[in-house]
């Protein structure tokens, strides 16, 4: 597949690197022979890709995001691909400053601000908000079948009648926005005291920006104060923070159950560490 990809691109890299830590899509670090890399994407499917190719349209001159230098809508055997350029930094980690933490926290804002086209027809990126609830609902069922087949019966009853106790303590949701609903550390590019970008948009949508605050959370301002304190105030310099104390606790808990269900999907002993730990954050907020 790559070969044939990197013949639609005329592209010649003097060496090709498959990246193992990307879950959505398949990918190469691709050297070129002055030393930079680029990156080639293909998506796992038609509509991945399209909206990742929308969500680069729609992106790129507002937030900070890898230039998209060719793409290609694929055949029959191939969703398409795409030939960016690198971030040249690392994954977000807790070890940083409050500089950095602020920082995101314009990004993440910015990116909010992003409405809907007033032509919904111009993008593959569905529109979410209308029937956000039931959004929600939908996809937490849907992962229920599988993790139904994976947890004891007491866990998996006490999840279902948690799912309705804090979907009723939700306030309004707020939007619509951009959301990337996979808004974590490793798809945040960090450079020192810059933040350089985010990537990957496979999974964006325009809804309610109370879900994008999950995985940040759990995976980097869970972890330290100031931090957490550094990254509102960076964000409430382009628009206001809702009250986070009162939307995490319901995603929170439906990110642990979805992704339980996301592990038996994609292979519970290939992922079974990513399993452990949702099963314990699942478990934590059940008792």
Same mark, same amino acid.
């Given at each position: 597949?790559?070969?044939?990809?990197?013949?639609?691109?005329?592209?010649?890299?003097?060496?090709?690197?498959?990246?193992?830590?990307?879950?959505?899509?398949?990918?190469?670090?691709?050297?070129?022979?002055?030393?930079?890399?680029?990156?080639?994407?293909?998506?796992?499917?038609?509509?991945?890709?399209?909206?990742?190719?929308?969500?680069?349209?729609?992106?790129?001159?507002?937030?900070?995001?890898?230039?998209?230098?060719?793409?290609?809508?694929?055949?029959?055997?191939?969703?398409?691909?795409?030939?960016?350029?690198?971030?040249?930094?690392?994954?977000?980690?807790?070890?940083?400053?409050?500089?950095?933490?602020?920082?995101?926290?314009?990004?993440?804002?910015?990116?909010?601000?992003?409405?809907?086209?007033?032509?919904? !027809?111009?993008?593959?990126? /569905?529109?979410?908000?209308?029937?956000?609830?039931? =959004? +929600? @609902?939908? &996809?937490?069922?849907?992962? %229920?079948?599988?993790?139904? !087949?994976?947890?004891?019966? /007491?866990?998996?009853?006490?999840?279902?009648?948690? =799912? +309705? @106790?804090? &979907?009723?303590?939700?306030? %309004?949701?707020?939007?619509?926005?951009?959301?990337?609903?996979?808004?974590?550390?490793?798809?945040?590019?960090?450079?020192? @005291?810059?933040?350089?970008?985010?990537?990957?948009?496979?999974?964006?949508?325009?809804?309610?920006?109370?879900?994008?605050?999950?995985?940040?959370?759990?995976?980097?301002?869970?972890?330290?104060?100031?931090?957490?304190?550094?990254?509102?105030?960076?964000?409430?310099?382009?628009?206001?923070?809702?009250?986070?104390?009162?939307?995490?606790?319901?995603?929170?808990?439906?990110?642990?159950?979805?992704?339980?269900?996301?592990?038996?999907?994609?292979?519970?002993?290939?992922?079974?560490?990513?399993?452990?730990?949702?099963?314990?954050?699942?478990?934590?907020?059940?008792?």
């Amino acid at each position: 597949m790559i070969k044939r990809v990197l013949e639609k691109f005329a592209f010649h890299p003097a060496a090709i690197n498959k990246v193992e830590d990307s879950f959505s899509s398949t990918v190469y670090k691709c050297a070129l022979h002055t030393g930079e890399n680029v990156y080639v994407k293909i998506p796992y499917t038609k509509l991945k890709y399209q909206r990742e190719l929308d969500a680069y349209k729609l992106l790129t001159g507002k937030v900070p995001v890898p230039q998209m230098l060719d793409y290609w809508s694929g055949d029959s055997e191939c969703p398409g691909a795409f030939l960016l350029t690198e971030l040249k930094g690392k994954p977000l980690t807790t070890d940083v400053s409050s500089e950095v933490a602020f920082r995101v926290g314009i990004l993440h804002a910015r990116m909010h601000a992003i409405c809907p086209p007033v032509d919904q !027809e111009t993008t593959r990126i /569905e529109n979410e908000f209308p029937n956000w609830l039931s =959004f +929600i @609902e939908s &996809k937490f069922l849907d992962f %229920a079948e599988d993790v139904k !087949e994976i947890v004891e019966d /007491e866990l998996y009853a006490k999840s279902m009648k948690k =799912f +309705i @106790e804090l &979907k009723q303590q939700l306030p %309004a949701p707020d939007g619509p926005s951009f959301i990337h609903m996979d808004f974590r550390p490793g798809n945040i590019i960090v450079d020192g @005291e810059k933040v350089l970008g985010m990537i990957d948009f496979e999974s964006v949508r325009f809804g309610s920006i109370d879900i994008d605050f999950t995985k940040l959370y759990r995976d980097f301002l869970s972890f330290d104060a100031d931090l957490y304190h550094a990254y509102q105030a960076g964000y409430r310099t382009i628009k206001p923070l809702l009250d986070l104390e009162k939307v995490l606790p319901f995603y929170q808990f439906l990110d642990a159950f979805n992704s339980i269900g996301w592990c038996k999907r994609r292979g519970v002993e290939k992922n079974a560490a990513f399993l452990k730990e949702n099963l314990a954050i699942l478990k934590r907020i059940l008792n």
